[in-house]
Structures are given as C-alpha cells and as structure tokens.
T-cell receptor, first 114, second 113 residues
C-alpha cells in the first residue's frame, strides 16, 4: 500500500478482554516496529520484526503482550487480559530494511480499556 | 540510559511568528537525529534527518541544527502557520541496536491566529 495502515483506528474494550491490533506495512518493507504512546509522551518501543522473526521483543511490558508477523508483511499485536493501564495509542512503523533512514508511521490504534 | 529531552514542553505563538524548539540527548552510539511532526490523532511524520557530520538541514520553513559535541539540536520554524500546530518530536537513532530510535516526549506547539 501507499502508507502504513493500522486497524482499527479506535478500540474500546472491557478490562480482562483480549484484543488484536493490526498493522499493514508499506509493501516491500522488511522491518516493522510496534510502539506504544501515552498521552503527552513520545512513543515507547515494544517490538521489532525483521521479516517474519521478532529481532527484538525486549520492549514488551509483560507476557500479556505478543506480536506476530507470519508472512513477513502484516503484523498483529495481541494483548491478553487487558488492563486499564494498557490504554494508549499503539503505533506501527515500517522501513525498507533494518537501519534504513526512512521510517513511515501509521496513524495508530487508540486503545481504551474500561 | 539513552535519553532525549525536549523543551519547552508546550509553546503558544501567534501566526506569522518564528519559534525554536530544543532537544538534548544522551544517546550512544549516535547514528542520526530526526525531527518528526505529529498531528493530533496521526502518526509522526518525518521533517528532517541529520547525521553526525551535518550541522544544519532545512525543509521549507523548518530548519534543524545539530551540535554533536554538545549533543544538542534545535528546530526553528519560520513564519508559523496555523497548520504548524502539532507535537514536534526529537528522535535519536543509535547504531548497532535493533531498537534504533529513542524518542523525546515532544513539544506541543499551538499557533493562534
């Protein structure tokens, strides 16, 4: 696609529920990143994929968070047993390859846990 | 710990005026520094990217400077427009790390008519 697409744009869920957030990167971009952005803060790194594999998942806050990229394109961020503290904007970015100068961000998914 | 600090946290100016946003960083090893503009409800969009050897770079009314010795950068906006109202985020990239990017908290700029 022309840009990084994230769906849904907004998600409201009840505490304890499971959610999936989707990222469709720019076609041909091998590197994909997930970030979490709280209000008034800069994005915080969660996980980085190079192709299908998670090259660095050290930013995931705990084992309730998991992400996959089975075919090296679309990625899904999965959050189990959601908590109110998980409420944030989840941003996805992609770049042509690792270390590339051009990162393109999606518009994010605003997750609200009530 | 790699950190990027931005000031001011927020800024209000009148349309047509100039302003300068500051960024200090303690990131090592340094690869490059980027300024992003983030409109409300949107993802960050790149304005400039500078490597160690570059002191200044312009993109229209935006001019970024970099002093790699003092680890400081600034973003100067000339003749501000209402559409410049956004959060401006300074991002420093480390070499040799898959994480790549360390983000500042941003400066929230509001341009009033």
């Amino acid at each position: 696609g022309a840009g990084v697409s994230q769906t849904p744009s907004n998600k409201v869920t009840e505490k304890g529920k499971y959610v999936e957030l989707r990222c469709d990167p720019i076609s041909g971009h091998t590197a994909l990143y997930w970030y979490r952005q709280s209000l008034g803060q800069g994005p915080e790194f969660l996980i980085y994929f190079q192709g299908t594999g998670a090259a660095d998942d050290s930013g995931l806050p705990n084992d309730r968070f998991f992400a996959v990229r089975p075919e090296g394109s679309v990625s899904t961020l999965k959050i189990q047993r959601t908590e109110r503290g998980d409420s944030a904007v989840y941003l996805c970015a992609s770049s042509l390859n690792a270390g590339g100068s051009g990162y393109t961000f999606g518009s994010g998914t605003r997750l609200t846990v009530v | 710990k790699n950190q990027v600090e931005q000031s001011p946290q927020s800024l209000i100016i009148l349309e047509g005026k100039n302003c300068t946003l500051q960024c200090n960083y303690t990131v090592s090893p340094f690869s490059n520094l980027r300024w992003y503009k983030q409109d409300t409800g949107r993802g960050p969009v790149s304005l400039t990217i500078m490597t160690f050897s570059e002191n200044t770079k312009s993109n229209g009314r935006y001019t970024a400077t970099l002093d790699a010795d003092t680890k400081q950068s600034s973003l100067h906006i000339t003749a501000s427009q209402l559409s410049d109202s956004a959060s401006y985020i300074c991002v420093v990239s480390t070499s040799g790390s898959a994480r790549q990017l360390t983000f500042g908290s941003g400066t929230q700029l509001t341009v009033l008519p």
